[in-house]
């Protein structure tokens, strides 16, 4: 076994280049091998200028690796090369299965390491104008895969349905009609909704509406996956910016 046979599990954030840490950069600079995903930019991997660079990521359901072969992969390049970093977009521990790769690293007697990324569920709606809570809109958000290791929609979304929590669902693009068919059923025909597609990226593309609208919005401008759902009243905080700033300029006009 190599002298420092380790796996990091760094988070890459959002998509914006700008939005890493510092010590997911540091990591990348000490890596010996690097293991990325679709969603991450490639123009991080320069940070790994030393490492031998290896894309294992999926993309429209064609797996390059499946995750068991990852996971040995992980094993074999660590003992083999020393520090693998395994670079995943947003953060690894909300839907990443960084987990699941630390776990079976340990096993095999590997040193373990996270390093947290900034998460597309809170980031993305931020980054335009939304934020998952605010006083008198929202006391809680809940944020939910949108398809399960089954392929079914999560029964989560049922039970965030009935409550007047934010709900943020990552990956359920494809379970958008069965969704919305759940938050009408609960009489939520007219709650706020956001999709955001590339989310912080230079192509992000935004469409907004309520539950009622939603399904023709997203057909007109043709959204699709990588993209956040965010539904509830906290999507109107980021029309009151908008306003609240044109009332400034047109005051500061006069």
């Not at 796996?7 to 959002?14: N, Q, S, W």
């Not at 069965?178 to 955001?196: C, G, M, R, W, Y």
Request: with cysteine.
């Amino acid at each position: 076994m190599h002298n420092r046979a380790k796996l990091t599990v760094v988070g890459a954030g959002p998509g914006d280049l700008e939005l890493i840490t510092i010590k997911a950069i540091k990591a990348l600079q000490d890596a010996d091998v690097v293991l990325y995903d679709a969603l991450v930019d490639r123009a991080l991997l320069e940070y790994a200028f030393k490492a031998e660079h290896i894309f294992v990521g999926k993309r429209k359901g064609c797996y390059a690796f499946q995750q068991d072969q990852i996971n040995e992969l992980i094993v074999q390049r660590a003992k083999s090369r020393g520090h693998v970093v395994r670079l995943k977009g947003g953060d690894p521990f909300v839907f990443g299965r960084g987990s699941e790769e630390m776990a079976y690293a340990a096993k095999y007697g590997l040193e373990v390491a996270m390093v947290p990324g900034i998460s597309s569920c809170i980031a993305v709606p931020a980054s335009q104008n939304i934020p998952v809570t605010k006083r008198g809109s929202s006391e809680s958000f809940w944020v939910i895969t949108g398809t399960t290791k089954e392929h079914k929609l999560s029964d989560d979304i049922k039970l965030a349905a009935k409550s007047n929590a934010t709900v943020v669902i990552l990956m359920g693009m494809s379970k958008l009609a069965a969704i919305v068919e759940l938050f009408i059923k609960e009489n939520k025909s007219d709650t706020p909704v956001a999709i955001i597609q590339n989310g912080t990226k230079e192509d992000e593309q935004v469409g907004i509406g309520t539950i009622d609208t939603i399904e023709s919005i997203v057909q007109k401008q043709k959204l699709t996956n990588p993209a956040i759902i965010v539904i509830g009243e906290v999507v109107r905080h980021q029309n009151q910016i908008i306003q609240i700033s044109h009332q400034y300029e047109f005051q500061t006009a006069e």
